[in-house]
Nanobody
Framework: QAQLVESGGGLVQAGGSLRLYCAAS????????MGWYRQAPGKEREFVAH???????NYEDTVKGRFTISSDNTKNTVYLEMYRLSPGDTAVYYC????????WGQGTQVTVSS
């Protein structure tokens, strides 16, 4: 089993920035990808970004150019830097590791006020 712990969420005004952090520990054989999903109230969980083998990053269209994902595979950590936040980014953000079993963090709340 693996455990993922997230941090960095909080309350920020529109236009502001936040940095999310996720560290994975436990029995992880090989990390193929790490990334983030989010779930806003009343909506389904949606993909935000992921990074494959520490190199290839992909983003959901509405966050491209505003969010940057990075990882340190030696420490099984993944980061999400979020800039120019808007109220539409308000959600619980969940990190995941695909190794190749999928593991999820408990989520961290991001609230963007207008």
């Amino acid at each position: 089993q693996a455990q993922l712990v997230e941090s960095g969420g909080g309350l920020v005004q529109a236009g502001g920035s936040l940095r999310l952090y996720c560290a994975a520990s436990g029995s992880i054989n090989r990390v193929n990808a790490m990334g983030w999903y989010r779930q806003a109230p009343g909506k389904e969980r949606e993909f935000v970004a992921h990074i494959i083998n520490g190199r290839s990053a992909n983003y959901e269209d509405t966050v491209k150019g505003r969010f940057t994902i990075s990882s340190d595979n030696t420490k099984n950590t993944v980061y999400l830097e979020m800039y120019r936040l808007s109220p539409g980014d308000t959600a619980v953000y969940y990190c995941f590791v695909e190794a190749p079993t999928w593991y999820w963090g408990q989520g961290t709340q991001v609230t963007v006020s207008s």
